[in-house]
């Protein structure tokens, strides 16, 4: 078999996650520690694993491979993803972490009491969840079929979805935390190592380069679309080692002089609607993913919450940063192959794999390995943060709260373990009925809901003290309906709804009918909830800086 | 935040199409589209370590 020493790396790496599942089992027989490990992950392994946890597949791949097909422009969606972390720090950690107990709806019940709003949270928790793992399971199968040729998708979205089931079910939040901290360990590791490694043998151990020679390269996009692909093909083929894909590199703006470089903004972005209906969906969508904010639940206090953000914060920006570098030393260095994949029609692929690629230039079969291992680490480290959250939500939101307040600890346990499951069936049997369909629109759908329903209504919960009841339910209601009407009508190519545009992301129209409706019928009603003791408990008006610790008691 | 949102959203319009003339100024040999992506990352860095310090004071 081709690729066995890389294989083996993989599956080294799948078995330690597996058995960091198994050993975290003894720490999940109470809710509390099923749910959010105790609230007692120290905060520097919590800050690697809240990392993890966002730095998903579609970041390790996916930015470095479009910016090694598109250029420059595509680096936008990583500054977004950063941003949006910002946010999350300056306006949310804090307050949620000290008005909460396990889940984003424990931190609204806080200050609104019924049952409306957790049934709101728990539909949308679950919504938000399911559409952001089954693109997850999706481009596992995808990519390891296109990786590993030989085993199918079938295969590898089943392997996907249940090591997701085995962490989550027999770890729970402490083997998710510890699963989800080695494998950003293993992220970051091989971005660093593909990014060294590019520089010190083909850059002159000088990271400037790495854009300064961008700036004399058309991308391998540009190429095809002017039908160039066939003139610089045939005197650079594919088989082309490093330093000749270079030369083929440089060779394309020879044969396309008018062209602008890769290093030049703006050839491949939108108009301004578009581009700000996108920059808006990544600036507050991350605010409204439940299972990055559950992750603020796991550790001690607020202080070790800020900690672990600003940790995450400080990877990220690392992360990203070296995406940029690595993307274009991708581009240079597998310049005809990319190409030639272009020119087939195998753009997909092309973004998908030229990472993994990059990894077996560089490093052989040992940092393909790596790579593989890495991409692996991604996507679990997302699925089963994502699996981990809709199971709290059904568990301790639906069960627990809505259903049986009276049940025991053990039954409630072993609804968060069997909903554990049900989920992971669900995924994996929507991730092979959903086969062909398109990720990224998956993926922009759930940013853009998140930041239609859950960014407004906890923005406006947790610093507008004239918010009401009334006002957060229409919140969820108008920005769900929104959100999911526009997403539905790009997928179905509609050029116009209701007599406005259908943007690249639903967010523009989303969040700003979400934030009118709320601000009306909060105006237009009373019901402000239990609104001192809520200011009080999230923005600690007293002036300390802590709460009480472990997650309080109903 | 209100900063850090005016200087998100200022770079996203900049780096739009209808502005990509601007993005594209060289400056250095690399393009004011790269110092002002590099620059949403370090002002993020910066203003989240003030929060931070001005919250622990």
């Known amino acids: 078999m081709d690729n066995i020493v890389a294989l083996s790396i993989l599956i080294v790496g799948m078995a330690t996650f597996f058995l960091i599942g198994i050993y975290s089992r003894r720490w999940t027989k109470s809710t509390a520690e099923f749910y959010v490990a105790g ?4 905060w520097k392994l919590n800050g690697v694993a809240m990392f993890s946890n966002y730095a998903s597949g579609a970041s390790f791949l996916g930015v470095a491979g479009a910016i090694a097909l598109f250029g420059i422009d595509n680096w936008w969606l990583a500054l977004g993803f950063f941003a949006a972390w910002v946010v999350v720090v ?36 679950l919504t938000i969840g399911v559409l952001y793992l089954v693109p997850q399971l999706v481009g596992a199968g995808h990519l390891f079929n296109l990786l590993v040729p030989g085993l199918d998708y079938i295969f590898w979205v089943a392997i996907a979805g249940g090591m997701t089931a085995v962490i989550v079910v027999m770890g729970g939040m402490r083997g998710t935390s510890y699963n989800q901290a080695f494998q950003g360990i293993i992220i970051f590791g091989a971005m660093i190592l593909l990014f060294v490694l590019a520089m010190v043998m083909y850059f002159n151990w000088n990271p400037l380069n790495m854009l300064t020679e961008a700036d004399n390269v058309v991308t391998p996009t540009q190429v095809v679309e002017n039908d160039a692909a066939q003139e610089i093909l045939s005197v650079y083929p594919i088989e082309s080692n490093g330093d000749e894909a270079m030369e083929a590199a440089f060779y394309s703006s020879e044969v396309l002089p008018e062209e602008p470089s890769a290093l030049t903004p703006g050839v491949n972005v939108k108009d301004l609607p578009n581009q700000l209906s996108l920059v808006l969906g990544l600036f507050l969508g991350v605010v409204g993913l439940p299972h990055v904010l559950i992750r603020l639940y796991t550790v001690k206090d607020a202080v070790a919450a800020r900690k672990s953000t600003e940790l995450t914060i400080i990877s990220l920006a690392i992360f990203y940063t070296l995406t940029l570098f690595v993307g274009f030393a991708a581009m240079m260095l597998l310049y005809p192959l990319l190409t030639d994949l272009i020119n087939n029609g195998e753009v997909g692929k092309a973004t998908n794999t030229a990472v993994a690629e990059l990894g077996d230039l560089l490093g052989g079969q040992v940092l393909l390995g790596v790579v593989l291992a890495g991409a692996m680490a991604a996507i679990l480290s997302s699925a089963v943060g994502l699996l981990i959250q809709m199971t709290t939500t059904v568990a301790h939101d639906g069960y627990t709260v809505l259903l049986r307040p009276e049940s025991s600890e053990e039954q409630r346990v072993l609804v968060a373990r069997g909903a554990g499951i049900v989920l992971t069936v669900i995924a994996v049997l929507l991730s092979i009925v959903l086969k062909e369909e398109n990720v990224a629109q998956l993926v922009g759908m759930t940013f853009g809901i998140a930041a239609s329903t859950f960014a407004p209504v906890l923005l406006m919960t947790v610093w507008w003290v004239r918010a009401t009841k009334q006002g957060i339910i229409a919140t969820f209601i108008v920005g769900l309906i929104v959100s999911l009407a526009f997403t539905a009508a790009k997928y179905m190519g509609m050029d116009t709804l209701v007599g406005l545009p259908v943007l690249v992301n639903p967010a523009l129209y989303g969040v700003t009918a979400a934030f009118a409706t709320g601000i009306i019928v909060s105006l237009l009603t009373k019901d402000v909830g239990a609104v001192d003791h809520f200011m009080h408990l999230a923005h600690d008006r007293d002036g300390r800086d802590s709460d009480a610790g472990v997650p309080r008691e109903d | 935040m209100a900063l850090y949102s005016v200087i998100y959203f200022v770079v996203a319009v900049v780096t739009s199409a209808e502005f990509a003339e601007f993005a594209a100024t060289m400056i250095f040999g690399l393009p004011l589209g790269f110092y002002l992506g590099i620059g949403v990352i370090i002002s993020g860095l910066v203003i989240t370590r003030i929060y931070l310090a001005k919250i622990e004071n």
């Open chain 1, 90 to 125: 300056l306006i949310l950690a804090s307050p949620l972490r000290r008005s909460g107990k396990y889940t984003v709806a424990d931190a609204l019940r806080e200050r609104f009491s019924g049952p409306e709003i957790r049934f709101l949270t728990i539909v949308a928790g």
């Open chain 1, 39 to 42: 609230g007692q992950i120290p």
